[in-house]
């Protein structure tokens, strides 16, 4: 028999994700403070795996940010919004990585503020000259031009750098975002030091074999 017209169609069965996939929606939830992990100490588990949780609090958080981008344009200007939604957006991120990205983006905005204003003032004078529309084509070409020309891109690019490293400082030192200070070269290098000793330890520890790639066939 059919089955009643209001009837739900049947579900399909979820996809069993594969390894990787597992792996790289972990470090996203990692990478935006979403997940939380433990050693797990039960007498059960002699190998003290790792068990992995949804961080419910930071995921309802998510919610917010509009609130907390609004507030840090009120707080610290367009820098202070622009650095809050770069830091939301990205998650955890370098300092430097963060400066870069609102720099390059405020400049883009001074720069696309700048040839809009000069396409208003060319259009409002050719409709005071009463001119045709080919020659307010012409005329709002040449203004951008020349805008762009006057524009000093590389003067507001090293003011907005120390600008934008002001307010990221003074957001950190009142903690609406939380920075940790960065690495040097000689100090990344131990840390990859150290992670190839673990790694070379691990390995030993399990044999040190690793799947070996299929050869194509000739």
């Given at each position: 028999t059919a089955p009643p017209p209001d009837a739900e169609p049947p579900r399909a069965a979820p996809r069993k994700l594969r390894p990787d996939e597992v792996r790289r929606a972990l470090l996203v939830l990692l990478q935006?403070?979403?997940?939380?992990?433990?050693?797990?100490?039960?007498e059960d588990n002699p190998d003290n795996s790792f068990y992995y949780s949804l961080s419910v609090e930071g995921a309802l958080s998510r919610m917010r940010f509009g609130k907390y981008v609004c507030r840090a344009g009120v707080l610290f200007g367009d820098e202070g919004s622009c650095i809050m939604e770069e830091v939301l957006v990205k998650g955890r991120c370098l300092r430097h990585q963060v400066l870069d990205a609102v720099v390059e983006r405020l400049v883009e905005k001074k720069r696309d503020t700048i040839l809009a204003e000069a396409d208003e003032q060319a259009v409002r004078e050719a409709e005071e000259a009463g001119v045709e529309e080919e020659e307010q084509e012409s005329m709002r070409a040449a203004a951008?031009?020349?805008?762009?020309?006057?524009?000093?891109?590389?003067?507001?690019?090293?003011?907005?750098?120390?600008?934008?490293?002001?307010?990221?400082?003074?957001?950190?030192?009142?903690?609406?975002?939380?920075?940790?200070?960065?690495l040097d070269e000689k100090q990344l290098a131990a840390q990859r030091k150290a992670k190839q000793r673990r790694e070379s330890k691990r390995n030993i520890a399990t044999g040190g074999t690793k799947r070996k790639a299929p050869e194509a066939d000739g």
């Open positions: 935006h403070n979403m997940l939380e992990v433990g050693l797990s100490l039960e951008a031009e020349t805008a762009a020309a006057s524009f000093d891109e590389a003067g507001e690019r090293q003011r907005l750098q120390v600008s934008v490293a002001t307010v990221w400082d003074s957001m950190v030192y009142r903690r609406y975002i939380a920075g940790v200070p960065e």
